[in-house]
């Protein structure tokens, strides 16, 4: 079984017939990518020999990773070590959305036959809010769910998926306090305009549903 393992910089490895060092020892630099062939990591008893891959990654638009990746791995290369390793950024992504970002799947205490079950309605429910969400970019009525933009930040701030789900928790709150909304747009006749502007975002947006 293959395997890619982020090490700590203070984790010790050791080159054939040299002396303990920690990671923290190899001359590092954005832009780096080394490959080090059987390499013994840590000085406990029973870990054998593996290959080292070390990887900074360059400055790209104005945004600089702090940190280099340790990755320890039985994979031949260092390519296919990182592309390997990469992955798992959109699983944790995955993960949040169903758990504290979504869905809330770890409050379900489900038994395993239930949590087969509800994890194939997640994945469905997942689907379509990625959908939806990527409708809703695509129609630029997202402005109206969520904050677009934030000083000093490279990354875009939500993804297809949260834009999707609380498009939907938006539509269902309006109608929950529709009649205190318009109680309160009616005392500013200027922000009436805006108002109207938003429901016709919300019809759109219900359409796509």
Same mark, same amino acid.
């Given at each position: 079984?293959?395997?890619?393992?982020?090490?700590?910089?203070?984790?010790?490895?050791?080159?054939?017939?040299?002396?303990?060092?920690? +990671?923290?020892?190899?001359?590092?630099?954005?832009?780096?990518?080394?490959?080090?062939?059987?390499?013994?990591?840590?000085?406990?008893?029973?870990?054998?020999?593996?290959?080292?891959?070390?990887?900074?990654?360059?400055?790209?638009? $104005?945004?600089?990773?702090?940190?280099?990746?340790?990755?320890?791995?039985? +994979?031949?290369?260092?390519?296919?070590?990182?592309?390997?390793?990469?992955?798992?950024? $959109?699983?944790?992504?995955?993960?949040?959305?169903?758990?504290?970002?979504?869905?809330? +799947?770890?409050?379900?205490?489900? @038994?395993?036959?239930?949590?087969?079950?509800?994890?194939?309605?997640?994945?469905?429910?997942?689907?379509?809010?990625?959908?939806?969400?990527?409708?809703?970019?695509?129609?630029?009525?997202?402005?109206?769910?969520?904050?677009?933009?934030?000083? @000093?930040?490279?990354?875009?701030?939500?993804?297809?998926?949260?834009?999707?789900?609380?498009?939907? @928790?938006?539509?269902?709150?309006?109608?929950?306090?529709?009649?205190?909304?318009?109680?309160?747009?009616?005392?500013?006749? @200027?922000?009436?305009?805006?108002?109207?502007?938003?429901?016709?975002?919300?019809?759109?947006?219900?359409?796509?549903?």
């Amino acid at each position: 079984m293959s395997f890619v393992f982020r090490q700590k910089k203070d984790t010790t490895f050791r080159k054939k017939r040299q002396k303990f060092q920690p +990671l923290s020892s190899i001359e590092i630099y954005p832009g780096i990518r080394s490959f080090y062939t059987d390499v013994k990591v840590t000085q406990k008893k029973g870990f054998g020999c593996f290959n080292l891959a070390v990887y900074w990654k360059r400055k790209y638009r $104005g945004k600089q990773d702090k940190e280099a990746w340790y990755l320890l791995t039985n +994979l031949p290369d260092l390519n296919t070590a990182l592309k390997i390793y990469a992955q798992r950024f $959109g699983i944790e992504a995955m993960f949040k959305d169903c758990k504290t970002g979504g869905y809330n +799947l770890e409050s379900s205490q489900a @038994n395993p036959d239930r949590l087969v079950r509800l994890i194939f309605l997640i994945a469905l429910a997942m689907t379509s809010a990625w959908l939806h969400g990527q409708r809703t970019k695509f129609q630029k009525l997202d402005s109206y769910i969520c904050r677009q933009e934030e000083k @000093n930040r490279t990354q875009k701030r939500h993804s297809n998926f949260w834009i999707g789900l609380y498009g939907f @928790n938006w539509i269902v709150a309006w109608y929950g306090c529709q009649a205190w909304v318009e109680e309160l747009v009616g005392f500013s006749r @200027n922000k009436q305009a805006y108002y109207q502007r938003g429901l016709r975002a919300m019809k759109l947006i219900q359409q796509a549903l």
